[in-house]
């Protein structure tokens, strides 16, 4: 079993933001291969530069599974007349741009930030919309998944159903894995900063992993750097592929819901 996780980004320098992380079962351990910034891969730090890798990196590894911290869709009531992948298709063409997809669904919500379905039982800090992550939500769905369902080389999940030899795509949340799988404390909070204490948690974070999932290093430095990054990508992304293997085990396996094939779901 192999997976990529994306911590993903829309911000101003969106490579230095975005963490990629490479993993494979083994022998009963999860193997951190490689971890990275886009900003150590790519010439350009925009955007447009960051989408057009991360879908080529989809199209280059079919042995992966992939999974990505934005949200595949938005709450079905702003879009009943669609299926998911219609909507997909014609994201773009419905919200011009990320302000207007945002201003337009605080106007329809009546400035209610609406959430999915799974994004209630996951616990989720944010709507699909919210001023911290609608240019995730909106860059997310428009230059990479529609990119990739155009393309047909992958199969998104659950939306689509799975099959041999074509990645699976999931949407992740780091947060709410750690809301659900640390025990009594709640490591979501604190772990992202330039203190001590934050520096701290994200060690206690790694310590988990590596006791509950057997986490091993295919090199010494990728712990350092993993620790050493003060806004949490590198953990987040490292999270987002351990996430994937974790749910690979019962073939990624939910709970049945009406809702899902359109609003999707989130795996943690």
């Known amino acids: 079993m192999n997976a990529i996780g994306i911590d993903y980004s829309a911000s ?6 975005i963490w990629v992380a490479d993993c494979k079962l083994e022998n009963n351990s999860i193997v951190l291969n490689q971890i990275y910034s886009l900003k150590e891969k790519i010439k350009y730090n925009s955007l447009n ?16 599974s992939f999974g990505f911290d934005f949200s595949f869709s938005i709450p079905d009531v702003f879009f009943p007349e669609h299926t998911w992948e219609e909507l997909i298709l014609v994201f773009k063409k419905k919200w011009i741009s990320a302000n207007l997809f945002k201003e337009n669904l605080l106007f329809l919500s009546d400035k209610k930030e609406l959430k999915r379905s799974t994004e209630i039982e996951a616990k989720v800090p944010f709507s699909t919309y919210n001023l ?3 240019k995730q939500t909106y860059y997310g769905i ?7 369902l155009q393309a047909n080389c992958c199969k998104i999940i659950p939306f689509q159903s799975r099959k041999k030899n074509y990645p699976a795509i999931l949407e992740t949340c780091p947060a709410s894995f750690l809301k659900f799988n640390s025990g ?12 001590e204490a934050n520096l701290e948690r994200r060690t206690m974070i ?4 590596e006791n509950n999932f057997n ?25 987002c592929a351990i996430i994937v293997i974790k749910r690979s085990y019962n073939n ?7 809702k899902l094939k359109k609003e999707g779901y989130v795996y943690y």
Do not use: Q
Not at 142 to 148: G, V
Not at 252 to 258: A, P, Q
């Open 12 to 17: 101003k320098k969106p490579a230095n933001k």
């Open 49 to 64: 530069s960051c989408n057009l890798y991360l879908v080529n990196l989809v199209k280059n590894n079919i042995n992966y």
């Open 132 to 134: 911290w992550i609608y």
């Open 142 to 148: 428009t230059e990479i998944l529609a990119p990739l």
């Open 184 to 195: 009594d404390s709640d490591l979501s909070k604190y772990y992202k900063g330039k203190k």
């Open 206 to 209: 790694l310590e988990i992993l």
């Open 215 to 239: 986490l091993k290093y295919n090199s010494n430095d990728f712990k350092n750097k993993i620790l050493s990054n003060m806004d949490g990508d590198a953990l987040d992304s490292l999270i």
């Open 252 to 258: 990624f396996e939910i709970t049945k819901n009406s």
